[in-house]
């Protein structure tokens, strides 16, 4: 079945420094690639998507990029704010039989501190 | 985009009892979406709710245990039946966005049991 695998956490960094959360995915098919992220007291949010092989998501400033040959979507962002501190879920959707489910990681909660 | 509210945004709960979350939604929407965040664990599908039929269930959540009502196209409310420990969770209510894999969340429900 289709899965998602991303870095066990928590991350913790200072203002400024690089961030790589890692995603790999097990699936079926050709899925498209998500990053979700959700904010203290928030709800999940749509962060980035990639929807085919060597595409490459972004906004605010965080990129990933759909890599087939690994099965990877990693998360980068080359310079982090004490606001992006939140809790980061890569996901795939794969249709199969016709319905498309989102399959969410486990989750990796970012700290970044000033 | 729209915008789900979700009630109760917490609680605890004694072992045995029931507790109905309610999710609202400020736009007319055809599906919505309940998940469980169990601790530590990746968001789970519990099932979809469509408007005027029977909600749809994954595999492993049965209607007995957790009953949903769809009674217009903008709420929906979860049930947790007779609850255990092991119910401890953030019950999260979604709907979709206009592309695939993009979902909308509310803040989420975390319930605790006693």
């Known amino acids: 079945g289709n899965s998602v695998t991303q870095m066990e956490g928590p991350v913790t960094l200072s203002e400024e420094a690089f961030l790589t959360i890692n995603c790999t995915y097990t699936?079926?098919?050709?899925?498209?690639l998500f990053w979700y992220v959700q904010y203290p007291g928030e709800g999940l949010q749509l962060l980035l998507k990639a929807t085919k092989a060597d595409d490459k998501g972004s906004n605010k400033g965080f990129e990933a990029t759909y890599r087939k040959e690994t099965t990877s979507f990693h998360l980068e962002k080359g310079s982090v704010q004490v606001s992006d501190s939140a809790v980061y879920f890569c996901a795939l959707i794969s249709p199969q039989g016709g319905s498309e489910k989102l399959v969410f990681g486990k989750g990796t909660k970012l700290t970044v501190n000033p | 985009s729209a915008v789900i509210s979700q009630k109760p945004s917490r609680d605890i709960c004694q072992r045995g009892t029931s507790l109905t979350i309610q999710c609202q939604v400020d736009s007319q929407v055809t599906m919505m979406f309940w998940y469980r965040q169990q601790p530590g664990q990746s968001l789970t599908l519990i099932a979809t709710a469509n408007q005027g039929s029977e909600a749809t269930y994954e595999s492993g959540f049965v209607i007995d245990k957790f009953p949903i009502s769809r009674p217009n196209l903008t709420f929906s409310t979860l049930t947790v039946s007779n609850m255990s420990p092991e119910d401890s969770s953030i019950y999260l209510c979604?709907?979709?966005?206009?592309?695939?894999?993009?979902?909308?969340f509310g803040e989420g429900s975390r319930l605790t049991v006693l």
């Open positions: 699936a079926t098919g050709y899925p498209s």
């Open positions: 979604s709907v979709a966005g206009s592309h695939s894999g993009e979902l909308f």
